[in-house]
């Protein structure tokens, strides 16, 4: 597969449709969403982070997905594989977030009742926090105050059509966001100095029925930066696929990928062993999971069975003549599947 990197300019034309698809390391499409066409049911925006280290980690969601919102938080524990998480949803019938057309200036600032989440670009650093009253079962609130620092220039960027023209998917993940800060829970202190992170930044207006698949870890390992992005399933990537692995400031753009979860009684078992493939065996990779963070809706017409699991990854790329191993590094892998 040939694939195309993106040029300069608007990401849409006049009439709501994606005037280039393709790939490219930053934000080189101008995101208008004035021009997308049927925004009130179509147009999904979010911001999610993701920050960990090898003991535990922290999620949030702020997404304006249309006509319903969602604001979402899991603390992760690995050691004693157990996640807590916390949503809240309702429907915005004629109102919007006002969620920043780039992710380069602009902030979320979010208050639902006692909830509040804020991503703040201050200089050259993300900031994020976030207050969850209620947070577990002992009415213990979460308290979360991060600082994100970019360790590396490039990023993954994808603008994927749909087979309606006017349907699309304009995407930016953010690797290696090396962490400073905390979080609290009550009176329990979690360390997130020296924790590494990434951004999805997604603005899109898609069709009603998705499955997705998405992996992405971030880390040192024997004193070299890597990170990856892996993932498939979000509209048409036949011009271009969001597979990139970074390694110290080297970008490198892989092709396709696999991910091949096993089954157990002809059902998905998401806790044993995946692994990873390539057809030009550029990734071979074997996933051992940890636990699976599974989130599952069905109201009315909106319908989601999420699937993201936290385990460790371990094997090999093949870029540029060159063989690049990892051995343990805690990330993530899912598989999500939409009616909305």
């Given amino acids: 597969m040939k694939e195309n990197k993106l040029s300069k300019g608007p990401l849409l034309n006049d009439n709501g449709e994606l005037i280039e698809a393709g790939y490219h390391t930053s934000l080189v499409k101008t995101y208008d969403k004035k021009l997308v066409k049927n925004s009130r049911i179509c147009l999904k925006e979010w911001d999610y982070y993701y920050v960990g280290n090898n003991d535990y ?15 979402s938080v899991t603390l992760l524990d690995f050691n004693l594989k ?24 602009g902030d979320v600032n979010v ?9 703040k670009l201050e200089k050259d650093k993300r900031h994020i926090e976030a207050e969850i009253p209620n ?39 953010i690797n290696l966001l090396k962490s400073s800060g905390h979080v609290t829970l009550g009176e329990e ?43 498939y399933g979000f509209g048409d990537t036949s011009k271009a696929s969001e597979n990139m692995l970074f390694y110290d400031d080297q970008t490198f753009k892989l092709s396709d990928v696999e991910f091949v979860i096993p089954k157990k009684e002809d059902q998905l078992d998401y806790l044993s062993p995946w692994t990873f ?31 993201q699991v936290f385990g460790k990854f371990s094997g090999t790329f093949k870029v540029n003549q060159k063989t690049i191993k990892i051995k343990d590094m805690i990330g993530f892998a899912e598989r999500v599947e939409n009616k909305w």
Avoid: C
């Fill in 82 to 105: 157990k996640e807590i998480s916390k949503s809240k949803m309702g429907w915005i019938p004629f109102k919007r977030f006002g969620m920043p057309e780039s992710s380069e200036k």
């Fill in 277 to 307: 493939k390539s057809k030009d065996g550029a990734i071979d990779l074997t996933f051992e999971p940890i636990l699976d963070r599974n989130s599952r809706t069905n109201i009315l017409i909106l319908m989601s069975d999420q699937h």
């Fill in 135 to 173: 947070f577990d079962k002992k009415g213990r609130a979460l308290i979360v105050e991060l600082y994100l620092d970019p360790m590396i220039n490039d990023s993954m960027v994808i603008a994927t059509p749909f087979e309606d023209r006017k349907r699309f998917y304009y995407n930016q993940k």
């Fill in 111 to 119: 208050s639902k009742g006692q909830w509040k989440i804020s991503y």
């Fill in 57 to 71: 980690g922290i999620a949030l969601t702020v997404a304006d997905n249309g006509y319903m919102w969602l604001l």
């Fill in 189 to 231: 202190i979690f360390d997130f100095n020296d924790a590494y992170g990434v951004l999805d930044w997604g603005r899109g207006a898609w069709t009603y029925h998705n499955v997705w698949y998405w992996s992405s870890l971030s880390g040192l390992q024997d004193g070299h930066k890597i990170g990856f992005n892996l993932g």
